[in-house]
C-alpha cells in the first residue's frame, strides 16, 4: 500500500501564493499519471492540473497561467505551485497518484483565499 502525505495548504491573500507538495511513500520514478485535484464545498471534484502518461501537463482552464505542476523524483513528490490566488481557488486540494496496481489519493489539504 502506498500512502500520500499532503501539506502545504493555509490561508492566504487575494494574490498570494502557495505550493502544496505531495509526497508518496514509494518511488514515483515509473509513474507517469499524476495530479491535483480541488472539491470545493457543495461542488464536485474538479481537474485541476495532471500529468498525462507522456508526462505533459494538462491544466483546467481556470489556472491556466497561475498554477505549474511539478514533480521531484528523488523526493518521492508531486507540487502544485499556486500564484495569483483568488477567492474562487478556495477549496480542498487533493492529489492523485495512478500506479502500483490502483489510484491513490491524499487525505486533502485546505486552501483558502480571503478576498
Known amino acids: 500500500q502506498v500512502q500520500l502525505v499532503e501539506s502545504g495548504g493555509g490561508l492566504v491573500q487575494a494574490g498570494g501564493s502557495l505550493r502544496l507538495s505531495c509526497a508518496a511513500s514509494?518511488?514515483?520514478?515509473?509513474?507517469?499519471?499524476m495530479g491535483w485535484y480541488r472539491q470545493a464545498p457543495g461542488k464536485q471534484r474538479e481537474l485541476v492540473a495532471t500529468?498525462?502518461?507522456?508526462?505533459?501537463?494538462n491544466y483546467a482552464d481556470s489556472v491556466k497561467g497561475r498554477f505549474a505542476i511539478s514533480r521531484d523524483n528523488a523526493k518521492n513528490t508531486v507540487y502544485l505551485q499556486m500564484n495569483s490566488l483568488k477567492p474562487e481557488d478556495t477549496a480542498v486540494y487533493y492529489c492523485?497518484?495512478?500506479?502500483?496496481?490502483?489510484?491513490?489519493w491524499g487525505q486533502g489539504t485546505q486552501v483558502t483565499v480571503s478576498s
Open positions: 492523485k497518484i495512478v500506479g502500483w496496481g490502483t489510484t491513490y
Open positions: 514509494r518511488s514515483i520514478f515509473s509513474i507517469n499519471t
Open positions: 500529468f498525462t502518461s507522456g508526462r505533459s501537463t
